[in-house]
């Protein structure tokens, strides 16, 4: 399948890359391993992640945990694509607006 982000999930990673970089000295790479590691896991087995529920559009939004660094991948399976929807932190009260 192939996967592609949106540009708010792009800018979300991006964003989260460089404070995990600046701030995580002892593992600055580790958001970036973890991430890569859920996406491979996700093109492998799409149902992979828990639903979350239902986005704008009315299409099942499934997300994933990186325990590590504490984030989640929401992420959609449209027409043999799956859409990264948003990363964002799992320590937040709510949820993203998708």
């Known amino acids: 399948m192939r996967l592609r982000f949106t540009p708010r999930a792009l800018r979300e990673a991006k964003r989260i890359k460089t404070w995990w970089s600046s701030n995580r ?42 325990p590590k660094t504490e984030n989640h991948v929401y992420y959609a399976l449209d027409e043999g694509e799956i859409v990264v929807l948003s990363v964002w932190g799992a320590p937040r009260e709510r949820g993203p607006k998708l």
Request: proline residues 5%; hydrophobic residues 45%.
């Open 25 to 66: 000295l002892g593992a600055p790479d580790l958001f970036e391993e973890e991430l890569d590691d859920a996406l491979e896991r996700i093109v492998a087995t799409p149902r992979l992640g828990i639903t979350y529920g239902t986005g704008r559009f009315d299409v099942q939004v499934l997300r994933v945990l990186l």
